[in-house]
């Protein structure tokens, strides 16, 4: 389905019956990178996903973006599905995402489970990651598409599943180049070290052990700083774990909400 929200159209999907999850995908990605993890979560639950702005058949405004005006679009799609409190899913950049939309609606969030968290790019980062966005604005999505899918999925899902592998590879090449450098140049902006003490909710934090974008001690460390969190580490994954494990990432996140 399509929702306006703050000023654009968001393809949303909703499926099963429950409590609302809410999954937010990360930089590059869609909804259908959930596809196993909301098959598998939406037994029990109401299950939403959509494409953030910029990315998949979500619309495309001029950039760049950030962390309020995501946070703002995540607030007009619950309001138009009249949904008050749900449970967060991020990922990654989405994981930031969450985070910024528990510290500013407090009320409406239940929890939080966080896969491939950061609190935001690390410094050294930065400056790789505005040459990603040179080459993709010199040369189009292809100039990145290879690296991604070596960083984003573990050496074993590469070797074993060459299939997963080259579907992943079609959707990194399938991104709006200006839709993703906008979102980008937001993630290089998005900074929520000072705020992790004030995360006012239960929080997972789900690393995954091969993960090289971001480090299953980055969990550690937001777990360290966020008054009530826990870790957990999945197997045989790399950054992209709900895409290779993924039913592996909604019983971590199915179990942890049961106990909320």
């Known amino acids: 389905m399509r929702i306006q929200t703050n000023g654009i159209e968001v393809e949303c999907r909703v499926e099963g019956r429950g409590r609302t999850v809410v999954l937010v995908h990360g930089l590059g990605s869609t909804l259908s ?19 953030l702005r910029g ?9 760049p973006y950030d962390l309020e005006t995501w946070v703002d679009d995540i607030d007009g799609i619950l309001a138009e599905l009249d949904v008050e409190t ?23 969030v239940s929890s939080l489970s966080l896969a491939a968290a950061g609190p935001g790019m690390p410094e050294e980062k930065v400056s ?12 189009g999505m ?3 598409a290879d690296t ?22 079609d959707l990194i090449l399938n991104n709006d180049p200006d839709g ?29 052990e091969n993960d090289v974008v971001t480090p299953p001690v980055a969990s550690f460390i937001i777990s360290d700083r966020i008054p009530d969190s826990e870790v957990t580490v999945l197997q045989h994954a790399g950054h992209m774990a709900q895409l290779e494990t993924p039913a592996e990432l909604a019983r971590s996140v199915h179990d942890f909400i049961a106990n909320q």
Do not use: C, K
């Open 142 to 144: 292809e100039a990145h």
């Open 33 to 51: 990178t959930w596809e196993g993890v909301a098959q598998s979560l939406s037994s029990s639950y109401q299950v939403v996903r959509f494409d």
């Open 86 to 108: 749900a449970h967060f899913v991020g990922h990654s950049l989405g994981s930031i995402i969450s985070m910024r939309y528990a510290l500013e609606h407090p009320d409406a």
């Open 55 to 63: 990315s998949g058949r979500s619309d495309v405004p001029d950039g």
């Open 148 to 169: 991604e899918v070596e960083e984003s999925l573990s050496p074993h899902t590469r070797e074993t599943r060459p299939e997963l592998a080259g579907l992943y590879r």
């Open 128 to 139: 790789e990651a505005q040459t990603v966005v040179d080459a993709i604005e010199s040369d």
């Open 180 to 208: 993703y450098v906008a979102s980008m140049r937001g993630l290089m902006n998005a900074d929520l070290r000072g705020d992790l003490a004030d995360v006012p909710v239960p929080t997972l934090l789900i690393a995954a």
